[in-house]
């Protein structure tokens, strides 16, 4: 394959990362906006979003002869349950775990959050065990039927990689809609910015911070759906790496900062998919992490993040 | 005076062991103007924290309309009436005019809104000029409008002002009493506390001086504008 080619490639490899990474970041970033708080529980809400999916999509008798609009419908129906139920999870997160250490010092509720990560993980081992489990790769065409691959201009398009890449995009603008178009969205950039004043608005601040974990949980399922359609496969501790990938997105992108957050996750997604083309790809993580160490030096506040972090 | 809108008894308030407010009492009657006066550190922030449920009372009432409102959550508090305008202006830097505004209204679901933001924009013609422009791009001046613009928004029963003139230019200052004058007038009760004393006491019915948590002096305003002690110790004459 022409050198050209394989760029291009490899950089649809990392949008498609790339959506998935600005998913989960959204949450991070969220959350801390609101609340200041790095929830390190973040990326195992991830992984239970495709174990959600596997649960559901084992309910539905889906066979190598569903097709079509079928297989859109059920892909809609569990995108949307497995957001709901990550989202209920990141509520009972937040209301079980971190509220009440929310006037605490830092490292109280930092160190709850890895707390609460372990706790996920073990329960995702009890539930579908240490290995890899099968995901169920029914979109584009249904059960077992092979992955399409567009070529445009002698570059091969993965037709998941796409779906990933709109699903995410899709989330993505609907969260945007949301957070800057709404009421409730308004309530939660401005309980980031003044906890106390938004009080003095008449705004529920405990409402509005239940729902900013709410939102972003549910962005994390949505993401787990689509990295199990997108790999094949799921394993209890994906949110571990996924969640430090997206979480450097986050400060990548100015923690925060939501559009940074969606810019950061991209970035990230390309740099890992051109380092495991160009460089090797037992070397993706040093890299990547190697960005998050070198933006916490010199750039804490990140690409779009001001002097003093933007939040939500 | 008839029986009081809003009225404190006995509020005793802590930062953690830190007393903040020892045992104070105050009334706002309907339609007045009553000003609460006091050094810095005295407890007037405090007192209208108290009031607006971001800080507990240990102990004390706290009434409005003569239902206790002691332990309602601040966003349950703005729903019942009570509007603040925080020291400080506390307006939201990375929203718009527009946006700040509508919050002040977040917690309405009456008709007479957009009447509202008509008023506020016909007292503050300059926020109607900057309504899509971040509130943290305004000058100082201009923040304070915002800051009482978005209080009035909220409809207010009772109207509590935080040192709505600190650091403004002279001219800014008599727009805001003018401002502060009118919201009365149209039958607003305002508690207001002012680093200006002597403007406070000309433009309130009523006033409080505070000290250490504790109120030391009540009375008609123009009875503590000619008091010695309060000329001494707030109006800066000997
Ligand atoms: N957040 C706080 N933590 C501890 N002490 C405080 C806090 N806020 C105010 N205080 C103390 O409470 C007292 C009253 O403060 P405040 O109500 O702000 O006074 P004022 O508004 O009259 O200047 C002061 O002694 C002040 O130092
Ligand atoms: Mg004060």
């Known amino acids: 394959m022409p050198e050209i080619h394989q760029f291009f490639q490899q950089l649809i490899n990392g949008i498609a990362l790339g959506g998935m990474y600005a998913l989960i970041a959204l949450g991070y970033t969220m959350v801390y906006g609101i609340v200041e708080l790095i929830n390190f529980a973040h990326g195992d809400v991830y992984t239970l979003g495709s174990y959600f999916s ?54 109280a509720p930092l160190i709850t959050a890895i707390g609460v990560s372990l706790i996920l993980e073990n329960l995702m081992q009890i539930w579908k065990g240490t290995s890899e489990v099968p995901f169920p790769q029914f979109l584009p065409g249904g059960l077992g039927v092979p992955d399409n691959v567009f070529v445009v201009a002698g570059v091969g398009i993965h037709e998941r990689a796409l779906i990933v890449v709109v699903v995410s995009i899709l989330a993505m603008l609907a969260l945007n809609l949301l957070v800057f178009r709404t009421k409730l969205g308004t309530a939660m950039r401005a309980t980031a910015q003044d906890r106390d004043a938004a009080q003095l608005m008449g705004i529920n601040i405990n409402g509005t911070i239940a729902w900013t974990f709410f939102i972003g949980a549910a962005l994390a399922g949505v993401a787990g759906f689509i990295s199990g359609i997108y790999y ?64 916490l030096v010199f750039r804490p506040s990140g690409l779009l993040g001001e002097q003093v972090p933007e939040k939500v | 005076m008839s029986a009081p809108i809003l009225s ?98 977040y917690a309405r679901t009456d008709r007479a809104i957009a009447g509202d933001f008509d008023r506020v924009l016909s007292l503050f ?8 422009q971040k509130g943290g791009t305004l000058s100082g001046g201009e923040q304070q409008m915002l800051a009482i613009g978005r209080a009035l928004m909220a409809g207010p029963k009772v109207l509590l002002l935080d040192e709505p003139s600190l650091g403004l230019s002279p001219i800014l200052v008599d727009t805001i009493f003018n401002v502060i004058a009118d919201v009365n007038r149209s039958g607003v009760p305002i508690l207001l506390i002012e680093q200006n004393a002597r403007k406070a006491l000309q433009v309130a019915a009523r006033g409080y001086v505070l000290e250490t948590g504790t109120i030391v002096k009540s009375g008609p305003a123009a009875t503590l504008l000619a008091d010695d002690d309060v000329r001494k110790a707030y109006l800066g004459e000997d």
């Open chain 2, 125 to 132: 013609p300059r926020l109607g000029e900057r309504l899509k």
């Open chain 1, 232 to 295: 094949g496969t799921t394993f209890f501790l994906n949110g571990y790496q996924a969640g430090l990938k997206a979480f450097t997105a986050a400060v990548l992108g100015g923690i925060g900062n939501i559009t940074g957050a969606m810019l950061g996750g991209f970035l990230i997604g390309i740099v890992e998919a051109m380092t495991s083309q160009y460089i090797s790809d037992q070397w993706t993580s040093v890299v990547v992490f190697s960005i998050l160490i070198l933006i």
């Open chain 1, 54 to 107: 596997l649960s559901i999509l084992a309910l539905i008798p889906l066979s190598r002869y569903t097709g079509g609009w079928q297989l859109w419908l059920i892909a809609s129906c569990v995108i949307v349950l497995a957001a709901l139920l990550c989202g209920i999870v990141g509520v009972l997160i937040e209301r079980l775990a971190y509220r009440r250490l929310r006037n605490a010092p830092r490292l």
């Open chain 2, 8 to 105: 404190l008894s006995g509020v005793e308030a802590y930062y953690g062991r830190i007393q903040a407010l020892r045992g104070l009492s105050l009334d706002v009657g309907e339609g007045e103007i009553v000003a609460l006066i006091g050094a810095n550190g005295a407890g007037k922030t405090t007192t209208l924290r108290t009031i607006s449920g971001l800080l507990a009372p240990a102990r004390g009432s706290i009434n409005l309309f003569g239902e206790s409102i002691v332990g309602m959550r601040a966003d349950q508090i703005v729903r019942k009436g009570i509007v603040q305008s925080p020291e400080g202006r506390r307006i939201f830097p990375r929203l718009t005019v527009l946006e700040n505004l509508r919050l002040g209204a």
